[in-house]
């Protein structure tokens, strides 16, 4: 038999041909198909990759030097409010930066989605509606672009993939009510990834105890965060997905400095110096940046773009095209019919995205 | 002649021989710090071998020993010239000269005016009231203290810790703080600023305190958090009506009690350790409550911020309170403080707003020492070392320095502001005249002036009634005149008329006309009967 050299670990909820109705052949001799994957690879590489991620929290949580600190380049100011005459901003606002990073042979247009202002007034009543209409914003003009009669070749992404929303540090406490309010909103649209913020603020009782208490609210609201379990996953899946879900959320420090070791100095780290010790970012027992990396860059990067595609945006297409073919239909009964084009399975899983 | 100087046998002499005085020895240290204070001529008279005993008088000038040697009369300065070596007689002696200088002043010499006079006097014998402090400390001691806090800040930022690290027990203890009540979320929970209180008698080396914790859970967690200052800032105001009102009640006695002291002393604003800025919620609320407390703004969790990073976030705080001229406590700088309050005073504000951290959990170090801190992976944070947090400063500046100083601004500055306030705003003004001077002289001189206005204006008014009454009675007159004229005239109109009428007649009698009218006679005129 042939074997298929996998592209990376196999994500979750990816579905597999064997399910359909067809025997299986044994082959003669040499056919040559086996490197269609290494012709994917190649053309996947010549287009690059396009991932979009979001940054959700108040200001000051370190949302900025986070990112910079996963991708290991400058990439958003960190600094805040300089001045006491700068206006603080009044409402939440959406601000988009893209960079191409290059690791090894792989391209990747990263576009990052800040959003200062986000509950940083007093009355914080519906910060969260800019945002969730951002990312539908998104799914919409995807839509619009894939219904148009010509379309472009590759329709540029700009849908986000992944959503990181940062939590702040209170010590023995949960999650409070605008986290809920707004976890609740952002997962129905969006793969939602809660993180910790500056845990270097909490001592790891404090964290275990932090994390529990999260992860019950998660429960008693009834918020569903990515990754998500699907029908058909196998156990390798399942034991991922639980094993994610038992980090979740995620301790982080973000540090974007690097100095040296002070024990190897020959040995560069991104951390943070204090008087009285010195955090390692990288360090599992100091925090779980390394987990979430891995959860996000090593493990999951594909499948964060896979899920949205086909369960967020798809959830979005069906709604919008069923509401339009209902206000149509209230309108005028024959022309209802035509807005529904017969669509052939937009499963392109493998061939372009 | 001299300057008057009391017999020295009414006081101990400490000239020549020590007195078996039980009380000198408490004295001696007291006498040496009073004697520290005195001039330059004292202690030259110390080295002249002459010594006064009992309360020497000095007048002291701004000017030098020379002008002040002109106010001697010149008897005394002959003498005091014969006696330049020789120890002079207590007695005689009452203004010291220093040895080095020999004044010739002749009685010519105009004395000069003294340009400022500051009557100091020395003290060399035991007199007994520096140890007023000591029965002040042994009476307030017996009394106690009372001292009530109040912290704000959104929950999870460490109040509770910090203030069981403040006064190191843990106040949870003693009663029920309610910091960690999850009252959980949904629109029928009830989004309100909780106040809660807990009091605890605290004590140390025989000082016992009634600490009063105020606690505002509730505050600024929830996604709306318009007037969330406000129940705190009624919380205050009302503790200062409370107040007000025990002070205006018939009976006072309440007030010596300590419970009855609910105004809040010190605020401690807990800011959240961004690294930013301050948020709008903190500028709000901090505006607000600046002018009915001590505010003393705090950053918690001060370890996650590294060297630089406090430093910058400092400053950027501070600015942003200056900018929005939101006044924090400030300790006062007195004219006769020493130099080491002094150079503590600078060091708190230097270090304002404190970042503190707050633990009660004892670590031990690697090295064997116990300390009060929070473990980390990567190490240890001290929270008694300077170095690693300020809660020392803190500490010193709100329980051990200037507890007194808070107290001392709440109830004098704060309070008495709100009062004022309080009352104009229900309509009671300013009664200046109750701050007029009153001497005898004025008030003569006042109440002759009055008395005079007041008989002049009775004069004048008399006067008036009187033009008014002259006035009445010359019309009366007048009138009456007017009617005797009249009347006059009727008369002798009348008179006229019957003259003219007798003389008719009289004309006819003569002339002897028997025509006589029947009717005339019977009128009564005599008739010759005919």
């Known amino acids: 038999m042939a074997s298929v050299a996998p592209l990376s670990p196999r994500p979750a909820g990816s579905f597999s041909i064997e399910n359909e109705q067809a025997p299986s052949v044994p082959l003669g001799g040499y056919v040559g198909f086996q490197t269609i994957t290494d012709q994917i690879q190649k053309r996947m590489l010549q287009r690059g990759f396009e991932f979009n991620i979001m940054v959700v929290g108040q200001s000051g949580l370190g949302k900025s030097t986070f990112i910079n600190t996963l991708f290991n380049a400058s990439l958003l100011s960190s600094t805040g409010r300089t001045l006491p005459t700068t206006p603080i901003p009044q409402t939440t606002s959406i601000s988009t930066t893209t960079h191409t990073l290059t690791e090894g042979p792989v391209r990747l247009h990263l576009s990052i989605t800040d959003t200062p202002g986000f509950a940083d007034t007093i009355n914080n009543d519906r910060c969260w509606d800019p945002i969730v209409k951002y990312i539908k914003d998104q799914h919409s003009a995807f839509l619009r672009k894939e219904l148009t009669a010509q379309r472009e070749s590759r329709i540029r992404d700009t849908r986000i993939h992944c959503c990181l929303y940062f939590v702040k540090p209170r010590g023995g406490r949960g999650l409070s009510e605008l986290d809920v309010m707004v976890l609740k909103k952002l997962a129905d649209v969006v793969n939602v990834v809660p993180v910790i913020a500056k845990s270097d603020s909490l001592t790891l009782e404090e964290r275990a105890e932090v994390k529990e208490l999260i992860r019950s609210d998660f429960q008693k609201y009834g918020i569903n965060l990515y990754p998500y379990s699907a029908p058909f996953m196998t156990d390798d899946d399942s034991a991922i997905n639980h094993q994610i879900h038992s980090l979740i959320p995620f301790c982080v420090i973000g540090a974007s400095s690097s100095f040296p070791h002070p024990s190897h100095p020959q040995k560069l780290i991104r951390g943070r110096r204090t008087r009285w010790g010195v955090i390692d970012v990288e360090d599992e027992r100091h925090c779980e940046f390394v987990y979430l990396r891995n959860f996000l860059m090593v493990t999951h990067l594909y499948d964060l773009i896979d899920t949205t595609r086909e369960v967020h945006y798809e959830g979005f297409r069906a709604k919008q095209l069923l509401a339009l073919k209902e206000s149509s239909a209230g309108g005028n009964a024959g022309q209802g019919q035509q807005q529904q084009p017969g669509r052939p399975s937009s499963r392109q899983a493998l061939g372009g995205y | ?530």
């Open chain 2, 1 to 530: 002649m001299s300057a008057t100087v009391p017999h020295p046998s009414l006081f101990p002499s400490t000239s020549g021989g020590q007195t078996a005085d039980p009380l000198q020895s408490l004295g001696e240290p007291i006498g040496a710090t009073i004697t520290a204070t005195a001039t330059r001529m004292s202690s030259e008279r110390g080295s002249d071998g002459t010594e006064e005993s009992g309360v020497m008088v000095q007048r002291e000038h701004v000017e030098e020993d020379e002008a002040y040697m002109s106010l001697q009369s010149p008897h005394e300065v002959r003498e005091l010239q014969t006696q330049a070596s020789a120890p002079t007689s207590p007695v005689e002696s009452s203004t010291p000269i220093p040895s080095s200088t020999v004044v010739d002043l002749t009685p010519a010499e105009a004395p000069k005016p003294p340009v400022k006079e500051i009557i100091r006097k020395t003290i060399t014998g035991y007199v007994g009231f520096a140890n007023l402090p000591n029965q002040w400390h042994r009476k307030a001691t017996a009394k106690g203290f009372a001292f009530n806090l109040m912290v704000c800040g959104e929950s999870g930022l460490g109040k509770t810790t910090l203030v069981n690290t403040l006064f190191a027990k843990s106040l949870e203890d003693q009663g029920v703080l309610p910091s960690k009540v999850d009252k959980g979320i949904g629109p029928e929970v009830p989004k309100t600023v909780e106040i809660t209180n807990i009091t605890a008698n605290i004590e140390e080396s025989g000082v016992r305190c009634r600490l009063t914790v105020v606690d505002t859970p509730g505050f600024g967690d929830y996604i709306n958090n318009d007037l969330a200052w406000r129940p705190i800032l009624d919380n205050v105001e009302k503790r200062f009506n409370d107040y007000l009102d025990a002070e205006n009640a018939p009976t006072r006695t309440q007030l010596r009690n300590l419970e009855t002291d609910k105004r809040i002393h010190a605020l401690l604003y807990f800011i959240q350790p961004t690294g930013h800025s301050l948020k709008p919620i903190d500028i709000e609320v901090m505006k607000r409550l600046c002018d009915r407390v001590n505010l003393i703004p705090v950053i918690a969790k001060a370890d996650t911020l590294t060297d630089d990073e406090v430093n910058t976030f400092k400053a950027r705080v501070r600015a942003d309170i200056e900018h929005h001229g939101i006044k924090t406590y400030k300790p006062e700088e007195n004219d006769y403080d020493d130099e080491d309050t002094i150079m503590e005073n600078r060091e708190f504000m230097a270090k304002m707003p404190f970042a503190v951290v707050g633990s009660l959990t004892q670590i031990e170090l690697p090295g064997g020492r116990r300390v009060r801190g929070r473990k980390y992976p990567w190490g240890v944070i001290e929270v008694d070392n300077e170095d690693h947090c300020d809660f020392v400063k803190l500490r010193e500046m709100l329980v051990r320095t200037h507890m007194e100083e808070l107290k001392d601004r709440t109830a004098q500055t704060l309070y008495e502001s709100y009062r004022t306030e309080k009352l104009m705003a229900m309509g009671i003004s300013q009664d200046a005249s109750v701050f007029k001077e009153i001497s005898p002289q004025a008030k003569l001189e006042e109440e002759r002036q009055l008395h005079e206005a007041k008989l002049a204006k009775m004069e004048n008014e008399m006067k008036l009634v009187f033009a008014q009454k002259v006035a009445e009675k010359e019309q009366k007159l007048r009138q009456s005149e007017e009617e005797l004229y009249a009347r006059h005239r009727e008369m002798k109109e009348q008179l006229e008329k019957q003259k003219q009428e007798i003389e008719q007649k009289k004309i006819r009698i003569e002339a002897g006309t028997p025509t006589m009218e029947v009717k005339t006679g019977k009128r009564g005129k005599f008739s010759l009967g005919r």
